[in-house]
């Protein structure tokens, strides 16, 4: 299983960040995983920030519920993450990855910074 996410690479603060996850090798309808979305803040530690399962049932971090959104596109093997009003803060390397009994495989991550 591969993992490929896809970003802008640049919002401002306040819009809508929008990430893409490209799965190969696997589908994320079938088996016992989930699907999720880590983000790394520069000199900071991971966030898990929510996940999928293979039913389109949505798992988030509690911090970021309101702010977040999960879905998929089960034609294309995709899923994404929505994350409204962001800030500065938000800038960060997002990762998306396969869960099951811990973390892996992951995609490479994309940066995506906010600044106006």
């Known amino acids: 299983v591969q993992l490929q996410e896809s970003g802008p690479g640049l919002v401002k603060p306040s819009q809508t960040l929008s990430l893409t996850c490209t799965v190969s090798?696997?589908?994320?309808?079938?088996?016992?995983?989930?699907w999720g979305w880590i983000r790394q803040p520069p000199g900071k530690g991971l966030e898990w920030m929510g996940a999928?399962?293979?039913?389109?049932?949505?798992y988030y971090n509690p911090s970021l519920k309101s702010r977040t959104a999960i879905s998929r596109d089960t034609s294309k093997n995709q899923f994404t993450l929505q994350l409204s009003s962001v800030a500065p803060g938000a800038t960060a390397v997002y990762y998306c990855?396969?869960?099951?009994?811990?973390?892996?495989?992951w995609g490479q991550g994309t940066q995506d910074n906010v600044s106006s």
């Open positions: 999928i399962d293979t039913s389109g049932s949505c």
């Open positions: 990855a396969r869960g099951n009994r811990g973390w892996g495989p």
């Open positions: 090798g696997g589908s994320i309808t079938t088996g016992g995983a989930v």
